[in-house]
Structures are given as C-alpha cells and as structure tokens.
C-alpha cells in the first residue's frame, strides 16, 4: 500500500505524557508530519474502569483516524496500552503501535533483583502487567504502586506552574515502604506521564535509582514500521488535538511548541 509523504504519524494520551514517547519518535524520524491526541475529556485515565476505556479509547481513535488519516498511531499510554491495544489494532486497517512497562529491561539492569513498577492505578493492576513480571522479572521481586498525584504533577509542570516535591517523594515511598523496598535499584516509569518529571523522582529519591521507561525503544519500532516510506522534505508544523479546548489546554501551548506541536485544535 503506498503511504501519502504528508500522512502523519498519530499519537494519542489521556494528557499531554505521550510528549515523551513523542521525543524520540521526532528525533528518530525528525521529517514525519505528528498529530498529538490527548483526550482532555477523559482524562485522566488511571483512575477510570477497565471498562471505561475498553469503550472510549477505540471510539476515540476510530473518530481521530477517519479525521487524520495516519500512516500510523501510538497508543501513547501505559493504561490504554494495556487495556484496550487488542481492541483498537481490530478495529482501525493502520499499524497500531502500545506502550507497555519497561519491566525486561528493568529486569535486565537490576543488581538487587528488586525493581519497582510506577505507574497509574489503573496500569499496575493489569494482568498484562503480571505476565511480563513472570515472563522477564520470574527471578526477581517486583514492587508496584499508583500515583495518580504524579500524573497531575506532569500536566502541572508542561503548564509550567509551581511543583510540590512532596507528590514525587510520596510516590517513591509507595515502593519503598514495601517489603524489599530498601533493596530496590530500578523503577520502572510505567506511565507515559513519568518521564517528564524524572528530575523530580530523582531528586526526591533518598538514594539514587536507575529509572527506565520504553520511549527509545517504541520510536525503533515506529522506524521500523515506516520504513520505505515517503517524507516531506521538512516537517510541517504538529497539530495537538484535545477532546476539550478548556482553561487548562492554553498554558500548555509554550510545551507543545517545543515538542513541534505549534497548532492546536479541537475534536
């Protein structure tokens, strides 16, 4: 099937996280046309039902295909991912690429054989969740906790307003004061909302960690899907899409602009 050189490449997130899935996509390939989705009517989604995004997230993204027609989407979002991936790969005809917790490679870094896994509530309680720790982590301990206060502490940052460090320091003492939690040398950043505010994990941290996440490698696997493939001679300038153009959309335009996002519409 030939691919139109203006086709986008679709990224989609309850909030503006998927920026850092975002990155290194636009740096691995620095011409593709983006279109970012966040859903800002839903968000967040970490405290919603399965249920709940089982039903938005493929409607969601069926409406944001026909609009955009893309090469291609990002699930953009560990909970998402997790949830409703299968879902949306059946019902749009385009490679669907997910987000999933980084826990092989944390696995494969950690000395202690203690990681933990940081993510919403929604995220940790998967089964998905349990089978990579099975699969990649069988001989370690894997210590879990949801935050969805960090979550807020991401949008809170991009809309460039004052951080409280206690939401990081609290987020680590949810693995930390588990048992085994003094032996941790790994976390792994299981929403896509965390690595932006790695800094603020890192420096709230008694100790230093090694935190992982899976933007590097879903922008090898975006190359890789698109390869052969047309590009315009330059980038043209990104789109961000909210489901709700509200009061908390405005401040984020200085950070969308310097992820390329310089327009900004709605759904």
């Known amino acids: 099937m030939t691919v139109a050189s203006t086709a986008p490449l679709l990224f989609f997130d309850s909030g503006v996280g998927g920026l850092s899935i975002l ?12 279109v970012y989705a966040a859903d800002s009517a839903g968000f967040p989604y970490g405290t919603k039902s399965e249920a709940e995004i089982a039903a938005r997230v493929p409607a969601l993204l069926g409406r944001l295909v026909e609009r955009y027609r893309p090469r291609l989407a990002v699930i953009a979002c560990n909970t998402a991912s997790t949830i409703a991936l299968s879902a949306v790969r059946a019902a749009l005809d385009i490679p669907v690429v997910g987000t999933v917790p980084a826990i092989k490679p944390a696995a494969l870094l950690s ?11 929604a995220t940790v309680r998967q089964p998905y969740v349990d089978r990579l720790a099975a699969e990649y982590g069988s001989d370690c301990t894997v210590l879990r906790h949801g935050s969805a206060a960090l979550v807020q502490l991401a949008e809170a940052k991009l809309r460039g307003e004052p951080l409280d460090p206690a939401v990081a320091r609290d987020a680590l003492a949810g693995l930390f004061d588990q048992p085994g939690g003094d032996q941790m040398d790994v976390v792994v950043l299981a ?12 420096a709230a941290s008694p100790r ?6 899976g933007g590097e490698g879903i922008a090898r696997r975006i190359a890789y899907l698109t390869q052969g493939q047309d590009w315009p001679a330059a980038a043209p300038p990104g789109t961000a899409v909210f489901t709700r153009l509200d009061e908390g959309v405005e401040p984020l335009r200085a950070a969308l602009a310097r992820y390329g996002l310089q327009r900004m519409e709605g759904l």
């Open 191 to 202: 929403c896509t909302h965390f690595p932006l505010v790695e800094e603020e994990l890192a």
């Open 208 to 213: 230093p960690l090694r935190f992982v996440h």
């Open 23 to 34: 990155a290194p996509a636009r740096t691995a390939l620095p011409h593709a046309p983006i």
């Open 111 to 121: 000395q202690s054989r203690v990681f933990g896994v940081l993510g919403t509530d």
